[in-house]
């Protein structure tokens, strides 16, 4: 049996298709196995494209979807939601239904029973800080616990006894027992279960001893029958306790357990607790903040989900730790949107336009492409009347030849539309231009004027009479410092232009647009309606990403 090669081959596949072709499996079953403590990144979507592709890419294989959620503290139904949400999103379905590793409590009780049982297990007494203090450094061997060579009897008693709530949090542990002068810190006697009295979202308060990920991670692969176990590479020194488990407990399965390297990006941090802390001290609005790098807020800002996967897809798989161009994401996301989004006309910065020798009482309804380069997505129904808005950056009563929109006295043509020429402006007492009276010749509708004349500049616009009131919110890069993970403070890097808002005006036609549908809006961006903010009544637009890479400038 052979990969099909729909996916971009890496040293993952290569082991993969090298145990298929050898018979070591006939069958490949991956898994995705967030905690529920926070929102899902990008960094988790490499990971989910990784684990889900290889499930979609070789016969018969699957992919499970499986919460770690063994530390009730900081775990909640909510993260549990948002995570199946996100990954239905991108475009994934897990095989069977949702796991959890709650779910095999009972089996990671009896599996401790038999390492006890074995004298490879002990309950421990010391504390946190004489824990610290025997299990040594780098440079050091730890030291054996006074507890370590306690009578297997005695051990599997006091265990009992955790699971039936009798000592109190911090005053017993179960711990492996390997070797404390092992030079692999984690090999040095590992805590395996500890007393919680906490609230479980799933198992409720039926436990007051929870098993440790190293323990929990390897056998819930084993139970569910997965060949291949896919990590980042901060896993690696956790990989020989990973095997160690395994090898000495009464399971059938021996998952393999493959590091790869962790996606980091530039100018974003991918620290769930750091991000919790963001959130927390207010300095966004949620972990859907569309500045955020989470998945729903990505989302939310109006990435699609296919140049999210044609992202992870470029970057590739390695053991290789490098640092990626956000760049790079915004041009995926660019590409997709180029193609697949609607053009639409809004001005963010309005400033009125008269017509003077255009009948008042008029209104044409001027036809516009809804895709330039795209036939088949149909055309729109443009309003134009005596009065338009257009954006104020776009006037200048003097300017250079360089500059190739309205200029006092010249001629500009509207998208779509006529040529009109600039003769007047109306300012109030401050100087501020509130009107530009303009004439326009009613030959020149369309791309082609009938009189052959050339005009350079072209400009956008939105009729003043027919539009609709919309909040505009640009959003840039959220840190100043490409990698912002690396400072102590983080507020003292946090971009204090990230989110600038503007009021202003979009076109009819965007009455009824739809939540989270991207639009190109000509010459500012693409945009999409806010999720949250957005209705009927106050339509908010999220700039999803400019037109094209300016953040050098």
Not at 260 to 266: D, H, K
Not at 367 to 384: C, L, N, Q
Not at 398 to 419: C, I, S
């Amino acid at each position: 049996m052979t990969q099909v090669e729909t996916g971009p081959s890496n040293f993952i596949r290569n082991i993969i298709d090298n145990d298929l072709q050898t018979g070591k499996h006939q069958t490949i079953q991956t898994r995705f196995p967030p905690e529920p403590n926070g929102y899902l990144h990008i960094g988790h979507a490499k990971s989910i494209c990784l684990n889900f592709g290889i499930a979609e890419d070789y016969p018969n294989a699957l992919c499970n979807l499986r919460f770690d959620d063994t530390n009730p503290v900081k775990e909640d139904a909510n993260y549990v939601a948002a995570i199946e949400a996100d990954v239905r999103w991108l475009g994934f379905q897990w095989a069977g239904d949702i796991h959890y590793s709650s779910d095999y409590f009972e089996q990671l009780y009896a599996y401790a029973i038999e390492l006890i049982e074995q004298d490879k297990a002990y309950v421990c007494e010391l504390n946190a800080e004489q824990t610290r203090e025997y299990r040594g450094t780098l440079t050091s061997p730890g030291k054996d616990s006074p507890f370590r060579n306690r009578p297997i009897q005695e051990s599997l008693d006091l265990f009992t006894r955790m699971r039936a709530g009798e000592f109190a949090e911090g005053s017993m542990m179960l711990r492996a027992k390997i070797d404390m002068a092992s030079a692999n810190m984690k090999m040095r006697d590992p805590v395996i279960y500890r007393i919680r009295f906490a609230h479980h979202h799933q198992t409720g308060d039926k436990w007051c001893i929870y098993p440790m990920y190293d323990f929990t991670h390897c056998i819930s692969d084993a139970l569910e029958g997965i060949t291949h176990s896919l990590c980042t590479l901060e896993f690696e020194d956790h990989r020989p306790l990973y095997d160690w488990v395994l090898a000495n407990i009464s399971v059938a399965c021996k998952p393999r357990q493959i590091e790869f390297s962790r996606l980091n990006l530039q100018y974003t941090l991918t620290s769930k607790r750091k991000l919790n802390a963001l959130v927390n001290d207010n300095l966004v609005s949620g972990w859907n903040d569309p500045r955020m790098p989470t998945i729903s807020g990505m989302r939310r800002r109006g990435y699609p989900a296919a140049a999210i996967r044609e992202f992870c897809k470029r970057i590739g798989v390695t053991k290789q730790e490098n640092t990626v161009e956000l760049a790079s994401l915004e041009a995926c996301v660019r590409e997709n949107l180029e193609s697949n989004a609607p053009r639409a006309m809004a001005v963010i910065d309005p400033v009125k336009v008269i017509i003077t020798n255009y009948e008042n009482a008029k209104t044409e309804q001027l036809i516009a492409p809804a895709h330039p380069k795209d036939e088949s997505m149909g055309t729109r129904s443009v309003p134009f009347s005596a009065e338009l808005f257009i954006d104020r950056a776009d006037f200048r009563e003097e300017a250079n030849k360089k500059y190739k929109r309205l200029v006092l006295g010249k001629e500009v043509r509207l998208r779509n539309a006529y040529v009109i020429k600039a003769e007047t402006v109306i300012k109030d007492e401050a100087g501020t231009i509130t009107e530009i009276h303009c004439s326009y010749d009613p030959e020149t509708l369309g791309k082609n004027p009938s009189d052959g004349r050339k005009v350079k500049g072209v400009i956008h616009w939105v009729d003043a009479k027919t539009n609709k009131p919309a909040e505009f919110r640009i959003y840039e890069r959220l840190f100043l410092v490409e990698n912002p993970a690396a400072v102590e403070n983080i507020h003292e890097v946090l971009n204090s232009d990230s989110l600038i808002v503007k009021q202003g005006v979009v076109e009819i036609s965007l009455a009824d647009n739809q939540v989270e549908k991207a639009y190109q809006f000509e010459r500012e961006g693409y945009f999409c309606a806010d999720s949250k903010d957005s209705t009927a009544q106050h339509l908010v637009f999220n700039r999803t990403v400019a037109l094209r890479d300016s953040w050098g400038e």
